[in-house]
């Protein structure tokens, strides 16, 4: 298959790895795709979708990036819209330099941002993305959830690559807005959630809705917006803020698992509530979603799905 490659330049610190587990959060989940040292994902882009895949090719410090596009020459307009995705998928354009001084004053922030700098903030392609990801994972695990979502980018997701090396996009509104409750039942969907998806997408298609421009709005304002939407309390519309919207003050404290994270970080004895959530995390305010990511990361850690930086000797 024709490749034709551009490379990319993050600011620094950067870890192509960090990022990735915390974008994908699960190994099994086939739209963020990574096999220890390369990044996979198609994208849309002016033709039709491409398939890319992304490697980290200098170390944390002195970050780049070189992009491969499958099967699609480079042109400035294929170039420029992969590398407006990945820039918002990757947070490559993220300056954490604030969080990591922040850091420096508090001991056990201090251990966890050091562990894992390099991490960059990442937000799905697009926020109709994040509240389907929302949706899919609500009151079931993260591991369930990212089950469904696989099997309806499977079902309805474009389709690229020769058979046997297929690989999908997330799918598009107008995937998803001529189906019916019943279809995505199937694949282990609630009626409740199926009609919350195809309602989502079908305002979208039918323009009574934009869920991009919620970017320009407050945190209060987005969040009255969202959680008007059918099937959307609080803690989807403070999902949607922190990983739709890439606001990373945000830690969603209805969030049972992130909950579970941060009691263990801090060793409490007391389970957390959401209010808990705020009053422990009420000193961090401006990094509470940072703290959210980065606890993410321990616990995959713990699971040994996160190895040693290849670059690390370089990088000293």
């Given at each position: 298959m024709a490749r034709s490659t551009f490379q990319l330049t993050p600011l620094s610190p950067f870890r192509l790895d960090l990022t990735v587990w915390t974008l994908r959060r699960r190994a099994h989940n086939i739209m963020d795709r990574w096999d220890g040292a390369t990044y996979r994902?198609?994208?849309?882009?002016?033709?039709?979708?491409?398939?890319?895949?992304?490697?980290?090719?200098?170390?944390?410090?002195?970050?780049?990036l070189q992009v491969a596009v499958a099967d699609k020459p480079v042109s400035a307009?294929?170039?420029s819209s992969v590398t407006i995705a990945l820039e918002r998928l990757l947070g490559l354009r993220l300056d954490m330099s604030d969080f990591y001084h922040f850091a420096t004053h508090r001991r056990r922030l201090l251990s966890l941002a050091h562990r894992f700098q390099g991490m960059k903030p990442p937000r799905f392609a697009t926020v109709f993305e994040c509240a389907i990801n929302a949706i899919a994972c609500q009151q079931v695990s993260l591991t369930v959830g990212i089950h469904l979502l696989n099997?309806?980018?499977?079902?309805?997701?474009?389709?690229?690559?020769?058979?046997?090396?297929?690989?999908?996009?997330?799918?598009?509104?107008?995937?998803?807005?001529?189906?019916?409750?019943?279809?995505?039942?199937?694949?282990?969907?609630?009626?409740?959630?199926?009609?919350?998806?195809?309602?989502?997408?079908?305002?979208?298609?039918?323009?009574?809705l934009d869920l991009e421009s919620f970017a320009t709005l407050p945190?209060?304002?987005?969040?009255?917006?969202?959680?008007?939407l059918h099937g959307f309390g609080r803690w989807s519309a403070e999902y949607v803020l922190l990983r739709g919207l890439g606001r990373t003050h945000v830690f969603p404290g209805?969030?049972?698992?992130?909950?579970?994270?941060?009691?263990?970080?801090?060793?409490?004895?007391?389970?957390?509530?959401?209010?808990?959530?705020?009053?422990?995390?009420?000193?961090?305010?401006?990094?509470?979603?940072?703290?959210?990511?980065?606890l993410l990361l321990d616990r995959?850690?713990?699971?040994?799905?996160?190895?040693?930086?290849?670059?690390?000797a370089r990088d000293t």
């Amino acid at each position: 298959m024709a490749r034709s490659t551009f490379q990319l330049t993050p600011l620094s610190p950067f870890r192509l790895d960090l990022t990735v587990w915390t974008l994908r959060r699960r190994a099994h989940n086939i739209m963020d795709r990574w096999d220890g040292a390369t990044y996979r994902r198609v994208l849309p882009s002016p033709g039709g979708p491409v398939e890319v895949a992304v490697t980290q090719i200098a170390p944390s410090a002195k970050p780049r990036l070189q992009v491969a596009v499958a099967d699609k020459p480079v042109s400035a307009a294929v170039q420029s819209s992969v590398t407006i995705a990945l820039e918002r998928l990757l947070g490559l354009r993220l300056d954490m330099s604030d969080f990591y001084h922040f850091a420096t004053h508090r001991r056990r922030l201090l251990s966890l941002a050091h562990r894992f700098q390099g991490m960059k903030p990442p937000r799905f392609a697009t926020v109709f993305e994040c509240a389907i990801n929302a949706i899919a994972c609500q009151q079931v695990s993260l591991t369930v959830g990212i089950h469904l979502l696989n099997r309806i980018t499977v079902a309805y997701g474009a389709a690229f690559g020769k058979p046997g090396e297929v690989a999908y996009a997330f799918p598009c509104p107008i995937d998803l807005a001529g189906l019916v409750p019943a279809d995505l039942r199937d694949f282990g969907f609630s009626h409740q959630k199926g009609r919350a998806m195809i309602e989502l997408a079908r305002s979208i298609i039918e323009g009574h809705l934009d869920l991009e421009s919620f970017a320009t709005l407050p945190d209060d304002e987005a969040t009255r917006r969202i959680t008007q939407l059918h099937g959307f309390g609080r803690w989807s519309a403070e999902y949607v803020l922190l990983r739709g919207l890439g606001r990373t003050h945000v830690f969603p404290g209805d969030d049972v698992g992130a909950r579970k994270n941060l009691q263990h970080w801090l060793q409490l004895e007391t389970p957390l509530d959401y209010d808990g959530v705020r009053r422990v995390l009420s000193g961090w305010d401006r990094y509470a979603g940072l703290v959210y990511f980065h606890l993410l990361l321990d616990r995959l850690a713990e699971a040994g799905n996160i190895g040693d930086d290849r670059f690390a000797a370089r990088d000293t």
